[in-house]
């Protein structure tokens, strides 16, 4: 079992290759089909806007966008579908500090943010982290523990903000 699927257990192997392979919203429509879901106009919008997206999004973003491209939806039914896109391995969720609750595609693959203090933007980071994988093993060696993943937040101003 591979790290994304002991991470997300609902995605079998074949989607997960998918989910590496491409992220556009035509493999996302297939797999929302393959769990049975419909694929509601709601449902529709909130994914492509994921995928058209590199950043993790909140919900007030997500209705402003929604909202931009002409869909009123409320508050409640973006909650429900994106528990629902969680619940199968679509989405994840991300708490960012004290920030509030961000989503996005769970096919992004493992990387850190950024998030700036003044706009609240959030910045994907991508880097080398071999240092980061030393650690984890020096601290396997040093108390016994085993560590099955990380998370690196950055937190400061945005190159608009500074």
Do not use: W
């Not at 997960?16 to 797999?31: D, P, V």
């Not at 030393?134 to 396997?140: D, F, G, P, S, T």
Request: charged share 25%.
């Amino acid at each position: 079992m591979t790290f994304f699927a002991k991470e997300y257990p609902l995605l079998t192997n074949a989607t997960e290759l998918r989910y590496h392979a491409a992220m556009n919203t035509s493999a996302i429509f297939e797999i929302i089909k393959q769990k049975g879901l419909r694929l509601t106009k709601t449902r529709r919008a909130v994914l492509e806007l994921f995928a058209a997206t590199h950043t993790p999004l909140s919900v007030p973003r997500i209705l402003t966008e929604l909202d931009c491209s002409g869909i009123s939806v409320n508050k409640t039914t973006v909650y429900r579908e994106l528990e629902t896109l969680e619940t199968v391995g679509i989405v994840k969720s991300l708490s960012l500090g004290d920030r509030k609750q961000y989503f996005e595609l769970a096919s992004r693959g493992h990387h850190h943010h950024f998030v700036c203090l003044e706009c609240d933007g959030v910045e994907d980071i991508h880097f080398d982290e071999s240092d980061l994988v030393r650690q984890e093993v020096l601290l396997a060696q040093q108390n016994g523990s085993s560590v099955f993943r990380h998370s690196l937040k950055f937190f400061g101003l945005c190159k608009l903000c500074s």
